[in-house]
């Protein structure tokens, strides 16, 4: 089993940028990818990133978010930036191995206008 455990959600300003942390334990061999889903409401993928580096991101947030991640720390990272109203919701990080996918217990990002 893998557990997931996220950080670094907040209130900020138009234009702030915030990052968002996913500390990973548990079974991470098992892990084929990973990445950050956003409810606000409806549910859309954010950012997405395999175990070989490769990197998927939604329309709307291409060339202002950044995933990355830091195998030495089990740790993958959503760098926001040039934030939007829009980008408020409640953000959810998922590891995915096989069929089996495993979510942390989100955090809330609030971007005020």
């Known amino acids: 089993q893998v557990q997931l455990v996220e950080s670094g959600g907040g209130l900020v300003q138009a234009g702030g940028s915030l990052r968002l942390s996913c500390a990973v334990s548990?079974?991470?061999?098992?892990?084929?990818?990973m990445g950050w889903y956003r409810r606000a409401p409806g549910s859309e993928l954010v950012a997405a990133i395999t175990?070989?580096?490769?990197?998927n991101y939604a329309d709307s947030v291409k060339g202002r978010f950044t995933i990355s991640g830091d195998n030495a720390k089990n740790t993958v990272y959503l760098q926001m930036n040039s934030l939007k109203p829009e980008d408020t919701g409640v953000y959810y990080c998922?590891?995915?191995?096989?069929?089996?996918?495993?979510w942390g217990q989100g955090t809330q990002v609030t971007v005020s206008s």
């Open positions: 548990g079974s991470t061999f098992s892990i084929n990818d």
């Open positions: 175990r070989g580096g490769s990197t």
């Open positions: 998922y590891a995915r191995g096989g069929l089996r996918v495993s």
